[in-house]
């Protein structure tokens, strides 16, 4: 019998699990496409019928609604993105799906810190709140996930963010690039300032291959001043990089933004 990873049991949860709301655990819960950003709850989230509603969760499994009407519109969603500069002359555009505020914070930290896989099924529906960059297909773009170290993999036992982009991948449809690595344990980033933070991730990151393609989706759990970001966005300008052809052409040969679940004040 083959041994499921223990994060395989959250994802079973978001697509074959019960069709309530994922937070309230109340109300049913609405399909994505049902869920128009732009509009208030217009009524009752439990104004569908029970049949209409076992329909479509059958009809559309890999899409099925993880959150009621009126708990996702209680959440504040994509706020307004912010920049950082990666190179001279060049800003990185953060695009949070929402903020760190409860119950967001509480669910990342429960499945990053607890490994608490009952979260897994809120966190996916966050991300399906991120836009599809626009142009963006899998012949001309890949995700990178927040790289993090054998150390911390070692003792977490498992690699959060690695897991929430796999699911972002599937969910745009545009492929993993897993060639960048962060060569330091730099200390934890929580409670530093923000010149502290960048000081501290300063050379934390590696190129072990040439990017394959030009545009690059980098992703983040959280971004709080968005420096783990800019860090990696830096790494990866083309301003480091000994590509003599890149160089040559370019300063900067990549077109890059970047994706958070969550933005989160710094407290
Ligand atoms: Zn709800």
Redo the contacts with the bound molecule.
């Keep these: 019998m083959r041994h499921l990873a223990p994060y395989q049991s959250g994802l079973w949860l978001a697509e074959y699990g019960d069709i309530r709301?994922q937070?309230?655990r109340?109300?049913r819960s609405i399909p994505q496409s049902q869920l128009v950003p732009t509009h208030p709850s217009p009524s009752p989230p439990n104004n569908y019928s029970f049949f209409t509603k076992l329909r479509q969760q059958v009809n559309n499994r890999s899409n099925s609604g993880l959150?009621?009407s009126?708990?996702h519109h209680s959440i504040a969603w994509l706020p307004k993105p912010f920049e950082v500069d990666i190179a001279i002359g060049t800003s990185l555009s953060i695009q949070a799906a929402t903020y760190y505020d409860y119950p967001i914070r509480q669910a990342i930290r429960a499945f990053k810190h607890h490994e608490d896989m009952t979260k897994l099924p809120l966190l996916l529906h966050i991300l399906r709140q991120l836009p599809r960059p626009h142009g963006c297909h899998q012949d001309n773009s890949v995700i990178v996930a927040m790289p993090t170290t054998d150390q911390r993999l070692v003792k977490r036992g498992f690699n959060p963010v690695s897991i929430l982009a796999a699911q972002l991948s599937k969910h745009w449809h545009i492929p993993l690039w897993q060639g960048v690595e962060r060569i330091d344990d730099t200390i934890s980033q929580q409670g530093l300032t923000r010149a502290e933070r960048l000081g501290n991730l300063n050379n934390a990151f590696a190129l072990i291959e040439n990017p394959p393609v030009k545009r690059l989706l980098l992703f983040d759990d959280v971004a709080t001043t968005g420096s783990s970001l800019q860090a990696l966005g830096h790494a990866l300008s083309g301003e480091y990089t000994d590509l003599s052809v890149i160089n040559s052409k370019n300063s900067n040969p990549y077109h890059l933004s970047a994706y958070a679940l969550a933005h989160g004040s710094q407290s």
Excluded: K, N
């Design positions: 709301c937070l309230c109340i109300y959150l009621c009126h708990c």
